[in-house]
Each structure stands twice: as structure tokens, then as C-alpha cells.
């Protein structure tokens, strides 16, 4: 079992960015980030293989979000730039123990708690 957990959540104005950063309790290959509102399916956000040499993004994230990973802290990062309110959500960590990527939430078997972010406008 993987434990992971989330921090960096919190409320930023519109323009401003965030950090968001995910602790696995053990090694895990692929990792990623997905993010839910009330009454909607969870989505993809980003996700990243273990080398880090390959990471997708939503559409909604390109150009805007960043994921990253530190092995040797079994952490992984997403760095949010230009935040808009529609990126409210709670963001969750996930994990999978296959090294190909993978967008469908079907496909990550570790989740953490989520943290909250809230864009004002």
C-alpha cells in the first residue's frame, strides 16, 4: 500500500499561482494529479512517469501548469501559474505502480485526501 498526501492548497487571487506538492509513503512509478468540483466526474489534470522525461497535461492545464517530481523525497509537484476561477477544485495526488502514463482515474490505483484550492476573482 501507498500512502500519498497533499499540501499546498489555500485561496490565491486570479493571476497568482501555486504549489501544490504530494508525499508517497513508497517508490511509485507513474504519479499525477486530478481535481474535482461538486456535482462533476473527477479530471485529469497532469500526470508524469518516473524519470520524468515524459508528462501529459489536460488542455486546461497546458501552457499554465508544471509537474515535476523528486524521487529521492518520492514527491511530486505541480506548479500552477496564471490561475483562473474555474481552477477551483480539489486537487488530488494519484499513483500508479505502471510506468506507462495514464489520464483515466480508472487507471491510478493510490489516492490521497485532496487539497482545496480556491481562485477568486
Known amino acids: 500500500q501507498v500512502q500519498l498526501v497533499e499540501s499546498g492548497g489555500g485561496l490565491v487571487q486570479a493571476g497568482g499561482s501555486l504549489r501544490l506538492s504530494c508525499v508517497a509513503s513508497?517508490?511509485?512509478?507513474?504519479m499525477g494529479w486530478f481535481r474535482q468540483t461538486p456535482g462533476k466526474e473527477r479530471e485529469f489534470v497532469a500526470a508524469i512517469t518516473w524519470s520524468g522525461s515524459r508528462a501529459d497535461y489536460a488542455d486546461s492545464a497546458k501552457g499554465r501548469f508544471t509537474i515535476s517530481r523528486d524521487n529521492a523525497k518520492n514527491t511530486v509537484y505541480l506548479l500552477m501559474d496564471s490561475l483562473k476561477p474555474e481552477d477551483t477544485a480539489v486537487y488530488y495526488c494519484?499513483?500508479?505502480?505502471?510506468?506507462?502514463?495514464?489520464?483515466?482515474?480508472?487507471?491510478?490505483?493510490?489516492w490521497g485526501q485532496g487539497t482545496q484550492v480556491t481562485v477568486s476573482s
Open positions: 513508497g517508490g511509485t512509478y507513474v
Open positions: 494519484a499513483a500508479r505502480m505502471f510506468n506507462n502514463i495514464a489520464t483515466r482515474k480508472e487507471s491510478f490505483a493510490y
